[in-house]
């Protein structure tokens, strides 16, 4: 199988970045890590293991990332504004610095996010926000609600990264018609605490007429790497 590391000072986030890239060929996926993750995370979890098959059969390419959550959204030591502040540094960085590299490695005209848990929630929120450059996303065990991070606090950044806030009033056809051509999974488990927050946005998906899909497993103990490898078997 084909491994990458790569490694640069990013002018967007004043450090260093890693990353770690899995394939030659295939989809390429923007790979998250769970909450404060870092970039060999899928690799230590038995994840890229769990499709490697997909990875060496030339169907998918999986880049992982580094997550700047601690200095984000689990920033206790700074105000809210500098936490969401940070988040959008972060995005950046993945929009200028990250895409830029996949398409230099891969022309596939497909581009998808993936994510579980806290990853979940990254993978939607930039797949949703730049439909022009992402074409799906599959999230597990996805935690879409970011406002119990800030205290209360409240602006337009907050706002055009909480999903289930600019969804509800997303009225632009620019985005919806991108989105109608996309191809969009929610995947959770009964059993899962992040259950109803994949329900609620499901919902506020097909309020808008936005094609996706919702699957809930009944297996045990669903909020777990053994069933997000499975889940990735099965959708990817």
């Known amino acids: 199988m084909n491994r990458e590391y790569h490694k640069w000072w990013s002018p967007r986030l004043g450090r260093d970045m890693e990353l770690l890239v899995f394939g030659h060929a295939g989809v390429p ?3 998250f890590p769970t909450s404060q993750g870092r970039f060999y995370e899928f690799e230590d979890r038995g994840m890229i293991s769990a499709v490697g098959h997909k990875i060496d059969n030339g169907e998918i390419q999986f880049y992982c990332l580094d997550s700047a959550d601690s200095e984000s959204w689990y920033n206790r030591a700074v105000p809210p504004r500098w936490r969401i502040a940070r988040h959008v540094q972060y ?3 993945v ?3 990250v895409l830029p590299l996949i398409r230099q490695k891969n022309w596939n005209p497909h581009l998808a996010s993936l994510g ?3 990853g979940g929630y990254h993978a939607v929120n930039i797949a949703l926000r730049h439909p022009d450059r992402f074409t799906g ?7 879409f609600e970011v406002s119990g991070f800030l205290n209360g606090y409240h602006d337009d950044d907050v706002y055009f990264n ?3 806030s600019y969804l ?3 009225g632009d056809w620019w985005y919806l018609e991108r989105y109608a051509r996309s191809t969009y999974i929610l995947a959770t488990g009964w059993d899962d605490q992040c259950l109803g927050a994949n329900q609620y946005l499901s919902r506020l998906m097909g309020e808008k007429w936005i094609p996706h899909k919702l699957y809930i497993w009944n297996s045990w103990n669903s909020h777990d790497w053994p069933t997000w490898a499975r889940m990735m078997n099965e959708y990817l």
Do not use: D
């Open 116 to 118: 579980a848990s806290f």
């Open 168 to 170: 509800r009033n997303m």
């Open 91 to 93: 995005e950046s960085y």
């Open 137 to 143: 996303f599959l999230s597990m065990s996805g935690a």
């Open 29 to 31: 996926f923007v790979v």
């Open 95 to 97: 929009m200028e610095e």
């Open 162 to 164: 909480a999903p289930t």
